[in-house]
Nanobody, 126 residues
Framework: QVRLVEFGGGLVQTGGSLTLTCAGP????????VAWFRRVPGKDREFVAG????????DYLASVKGRFTISRDNAKATVLLQMNSMKHEDTAIYYC???????????????????WGQGTQVFVSS
């Protein structure tokens, strides 16, 4: 279990784009299943996107499919979430999560992930 760090949150207009970056100590993320979750006050944490350790498999929440892309930068040992065509309902605190795994299956269950970041706020103005 390690502390991850998210970068890139902020304010964006509807239809705009934002890229979030997740980083961990050393090469923590290199051999890990990594996912992005988000939480709106008063609601449960929601799976947004996930990637297997090698990037071969990805999965997305239905409402972001086609707009969000998760990718890995192995040279920098980071994981990115590119968010395009953003909507007001994308407003949330976004969390990066990871767990050491070579599985080809992506879990959308938050309890499957051992390491988390502190979250970064994303606000999409309507």
């Amino acid at each position: 279990q390690v502390r991850l760090v998210e970068f890139g949150g902020g304010l964006v207009q509807t239809g705009g784009s934002l890229t979030l970056t997740c980083a961990g100590p050393g090469r923590t993320l290199t051999y890990s299943l990594v996912a992005w979750f988000r939480r709106v006050p008063g609601k449960d944490r929601e799976f947004v996107a996930g990637s297997t350790w090698n990037g071969a498999n990805t999965d997305y929440l239905a409402s972001v499919k086609g707009r969000f892309t998760i990718s890995r930068d192995n040279a920098k040992a980071t994981v990115l979430l590119q968010m395009n065509s953003m909507k007001h309902e994308d407003t949330a605190i976004y969390y990066c999560a990871a767990t050491e795994s070579d599985s080809s299956t992506i879990s959308d269950d938050a309890t499957s992930y051992a390491s988390w970041g502190q979250g970064t706020q994303v606000f999409v103005s309507s």
